[in-house]
């Protein structure tokens, strides 16, 4: 059973910074590639940044450079540092797990998935 709980959305002006949270519930948490996705009204879920097991970070062109995804293996915990937010990265925020597999980015990939933290930012 895995569970994972985000925290940390919240309402910010443009130009400002938030940092997400995902505890996670697991056993073997090292051994899961970790996720953030978005997802906006009447928008396609899509990937934000992802780490695997080995440490590998990928990040969504549109969040590089803005966005740092960071864990700690020893609590698991997942963290997603936003910096420079814009409106458009105004979405529910989801916290996402999988058995190494598939694209890091590709939300279809992801098995497991928290219940999501709502980030609106304003101009």
């Not at 309402?11 to 996720?35: E, P």
């Not at 999988?98 to 980015?105: A, F, I, T």
């Amino acid at each position: 059973q895995v569970e994972l709980v985000e925290s940390g959305g919240g309402s910010v002006q443009a130009g400002g910074s938030l940092r997400l949270s995902c505890a996670a519930s697991v056993s073997g948490y090292s051994t899961f590639s970790m996720g953030w996705f978005r997802q906006a009204p009447g928008n396609q879920r899509e990937g934000v940044a992802a780490i695997d097991p080995a440490g590998r970070i990928v990040y969504a062109d549109s969040v590089e450079g803005r966005f740092t995804i960071s864990q700690d293996n020893a609590k698991r915990t997942l963290a997603l540092q936003m910096n420079s937010l814009k409106p458009e990265d105004t979405a529910m925020y989801y916290c996402a797990a999988v058995r190494p597999s598939g694209s890091l980015l590709n939300w279809r990939d992801y098995r497991f998935w928290g219940q999501g933290t709502q980030v609106t930012v304003s101009s």
